[in-house]
């Protein structure tokens, strides 16, 4: 996300990624684009699982408009249209965290921080996010697949990422799916979750929740974003696109409607056995 100068001081950033399943000599191709254009995201290939199923991240991204919630959408094999999701039914999503970036003196506030944020994202969603510890790794566009958890929220120094960030950016994030067709049917899931928090910027705002410039408000839209969520026009929203004096104490009322279209209430996702994660790197 952007830092603007003046009353619009930060944009955020979303960043789509799409994942080829990949063949020995295939690397994974990933596609991002940034906020407001309707975007087209195109997969770059596919392989051939062991048991003869198509597996492929060709399916087309684009804006769905839903009013104050906007979810980042999938277009499977068929034709169809669902929307990016984790499967809500798994045990627990993972995270980890890096906080490389930040004076050791305001790493603990800074993981307190996050740790209250996941367990919003929590009661929005209905899914459980697990802690598994901190990591000195930093996400780009090219290794999410190798994360060391399902989702990896680093604050670090914008020049460690590949991500399209500049001076007035506070953050990243986004998420990496796959999508998938052939005898067990088709779908599409979340596999992976990224938060890049520009380390410089975001120390600067203010700590715990609330309204305005905070960090908290930071990491729960970019939050928003590794759980599939767009942006919105409406300023009312943690979704909309600049952080403001004016931005929401944590998910206002659209923010927590769309999270609940991409959490439990919305259902389990039967991942085929044979998509493991090896498959995406
Ligand atoms: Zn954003």
């Not at 940034?34 to 991204?61: C, R």
């Not at 980042?72 to 993972?94: D, E, F, H, Y």
């Not at 279209?261 to 039967?270: E, F, R, S, V």
Request: glycine fraction near 10%; charge should be positive; aromatic fraction near 8%.
């Amino acid at each position: 996300m952007h830092r603007e100068q003046g009353r619009r001081s930060a944009w955020f950033r979303l960043a789509f990624a799409v994942l080829v399943a990949a063949v020995a000599v295939l690397s994974p191709k990933f596609a991002f684009t940034d906020l407001p254009e309707h975007t087209v995201i195109s997969n770059a290939g596919s392989t051939t699982s062991s048991d003869g199923d198509q597996y492929s991240a060709g399916a087309t991204v684009k804006l769905a408009s839903t009013g104050a919630y906007q979810l980042m959408n999938v277009t499977l094999n068929s034709g169809k249209t669902v929307a990016a999701r984790w499967n809500p039914c798994q045990t627990a999503i993972t995270y980890e965290v890096n906080l490389s970036g930040l004076p050791k003196k305001k790493r603990a506030a800074m993981l307190k921080t996050i740790k209250a944020s996941f367990t919003r994202l929590h009661a929005a969603t209905g899914m459980t996010y697990r802690y598994t510890g901190t990591t000195t790794f930093v996400p780009t566009q090219e290794n999410l697949a190798q994360q060391p958890a399902e989702i990896v929220v680093a604050a670090v120094a914008r020049s460690l990422t590949d991500f399209p960030m500049t001076s007035r950016s506070l953050g990243y994030g986004g998420v990496l799916w796959s999508s998938w067709y052939g005898s067990q049917g088709e779908g599409a899931a979340v596999m992976r979750g990224y938060v890049v928090l520009e380390a410089n910027a975001i120390q600067k705002l203010k700590t715990g929740f609330g309204k305005g410039l905070r960090q908290s408000n930071v990491i729960l839209h970019e939050l928003g974003h590794a759980s599939g969520l767009e942006h919105v026009s409406s300023r009312k929203e943690q979704m909309y696109p600049t952080l403001t004096s004016a931005s929401p104490s944590g998910y206002a009322a659209g923010d927590l409607a769309g999270l609940a279209k991409l959490g439990k209430k919305a259902g389990c996702i039967t991942v085929p056995s044979t998509l493991s994660l090896h498959d995406l790197s």
